[in-house]
């Protein structure tokens, strides 16, 4: 029988303290929310004690989620515990965490302490949480470099004292997996009443093993993993939790565990919290990155047309993202480019594969990814179309009035006449300066991402913003890169503009547009 593994997330706690500037209540909640939609069992929604921002963000999302656990951070001090517990007070079930560090380092030169003065802690501090919940976890701080005898003794106590869950932390990100999960399958060997209390375990990722270490420790006998949604957290980051739902679910035959997660909700989850913390993810990252399900290889590209499974382990609709993307580079074969041509409805006859090819493979070569607007231009556009720009941004100017107010007017060419309109925002001088450069062209676009890459200042300065845009249910890509951000954000639109221009100037051939 296939066991369940419990999901602790600590995104907004142990995640939290990695962030540059802290999130406000709302944040909180919306990042709360979809956790709970996701199905977390526990959500660990902060430290209270530490400051009055995080008790009042404790407090909202405690009277809103329903449906998954709450839990909140205590260390084994009196003021901490009745703090936690007042702010958890409008949740129907809650756990205190407590922790207590249990290594020699964090005895000696952390606490100043010795190891049956931390026992003596760490048990009053059960005992005196038990006076507000039943559901009490008891974290040994830096267990992965206590000695296994100090640990299993410790663990022994607490648990006699009440606590219910045991997790056992890699704090500094020590352990390698056959280590960590060594401790695990020594405390389930030693210490006499574990089978009273769940084994937790906490990673951190200083050498990259915190998900490695996770699913050993569930092979061992731990049966709750803590970590954070993209694996945000203290210095190189918490156990990633989307890839270990991923792994325990597509290792199920060989783990025999499984969780409630609801996978399809991972990575709307997964770009929420990316969001709102402003930590972007990187492309490459496992499940959630942006190349997760891209294939680019020619010979992966073809294998995927003729079998998915040839080259995907999960498939990205199940975790809710995009299906099969296929990234279109110079090294795509003829399969891939009249794969997407399908895709976008397009009959084999509709268009010459040959001529196709050979200028999807110069464009290309130039632009480095194709998307499947640039090969309908190439598939369909006279050569007299295929590099025409009809937008040019020519001049702008911007000011701001004392009410806070951007006034901008912009100058481009279109239609070979020069136009001028003028706008105003309170939202910023890129707000402003979209809203003008849209009440020139008029069409119905919807922007969808804007992302900024500033560097250096005077001469050395680049802004590159690229953008994405949504017009007719299809989406647009603008690039612009110039010394200055603004600068860079017009041209990054007007870039759309002459795309979809181009489309919308080619046959009518093109159904969709
Ligand atoms: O990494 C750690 O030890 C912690 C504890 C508070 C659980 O975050
Ligand atoms: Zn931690």
Redesign the pocket.
């Known amino acids: 029988m296939k066991e369940r593994i419990i999901i602790f997330d600590?995104t907004l706690?142990?995640g939290e303290q990695a962030l540059q500037s802290s999130l406000t209540v709302s944040q909180k909640l919306e990042i709360a929310l979809s956790l709970e939609k996701m199905g977390v069992d526990v959500i660990e929604v902060g430290f209270p004690i530490s400051s009055p921002g995080d008790f009042e963000s404790v407090k909202k999302i405690s009277s809103v989620i329903k449906n998954s656990r709450i839990c909140s951070?205590a260390r084994c001090v009196d003021q901490d515990i009745d703090v936690a517990a007042e702010s958890m007070k409008d949740s129907e079930k809650f756990r205190i965490?407590l922790?207590l560090g249990t290594s020699k380092i964090h005895v000696e030169s952390k606490l100043r302490k010795n190891f049956n003065e931390i026992i003596d802690m760490a048990v009053r501090s059960i005992i005196r949480a038990s006076k507000y919940t039943d559901d009490i976890e008891f974290?040994c701080?830096?267990?992965g470099r206590t000695s296994i005898d100090n640990l299993c003794l410790i663990v022994e106590k607490v648990i006699k004292a009440g606590a219910t869950t045991i997790?056992i932390?890699?704090?500094?990100g020590y352990t390698i997996p056959t280590e960590f999960s060594e401790i695990i399958r020594l405390l389930v060997l030693k210490v006499p009443n574990i089978d009273s209390a769940i084994i937790s375990v906490?990673c951190?990722n200083d050498l990259g093993m915190a998900v490695g270490n996770s699913i050993s420790a569930i092979q061992n006998g731990a049966r709750q993993v803590?970590g954070t949604i993209n694996g945000i957290?203290?210095r190189a980051g918490?156990t990633a939790l989307e890839e270990v739902i991923m792994a325990i679910k597509t290792k199920s035959d060989v783990l025999q565990k499984y969780t409630n997660i609801k996978i399809n909700k991972i990575y709307a989850t997964s770009k929420i919290v990316s969001q709102i913390c402003q930590m972007p993810i990187p492309a490459n990252k496992a499940i959630v990155g942006s190349n997760a399900f891209s294939h680019s290889s020619g010979i992966h590209q073809d294998g995927m047309i003729k079998n998915r499974n040839n080259y995907e382990i999960i498939f990205p609709e199940s975790i809710g993202a995009k299906n099969i993307s296929l990234n279109l580079t110079s090294r795509s074969g003829r399969a891939a480019v009249n794969y997407r041509m399908k895709e976008m409805g397009y009959k084999v006859c509709d268009y010459s594969i040959d001529q196709l090819y050979s200028s999807f493979l110069k464009l290309a070569d130039q632009k480095g990814q194709v998307f499947d607007y640039d090969l309908e231009i190439l598939a369909f556009a006279n050569d007299k179309y295929k590099n025409l720009d009809n937008f040019y941004l020519k001049c702008f100017t911007i000011q701001k009035d004392y009410q806070g107010c951007f006034i901008v007017s912009v100058i481009i060419s279109c239609d070979n006449k020069e136009i001028q309109q003028t706008s105003t925002s309170y939202y910023g001088p890129i707000d402003a300066i979209y809203l003008a450069l849209n009440k020139i062209v008029q069409y119905p676009i919807q922007l969808k991402k804007f992302e900024l890459l500033s560097q250096d200042l005077g001469d050395n300065s680049i802004s590159r913003v690229s953008i994405i845009v949504e017009y007719n249910n299809r989406d647009f890509y603008g690039l612009g890169i110039e010394k200055d951000f603004i600068t860079s954000s017009a041209q990054a639109l007007i870039n759309v503009f002459n795309y979809i221009w181009r489309l919308k100037t080619i046959s009518i051939k093109l159904k969709n547009l």
């Open positions: 600590t706690r142990d951070l965490h922790f974290s701080e830096d267990a997790n932390p890699d704090t500094v906490h951190h803590e957290g203290e918490n």
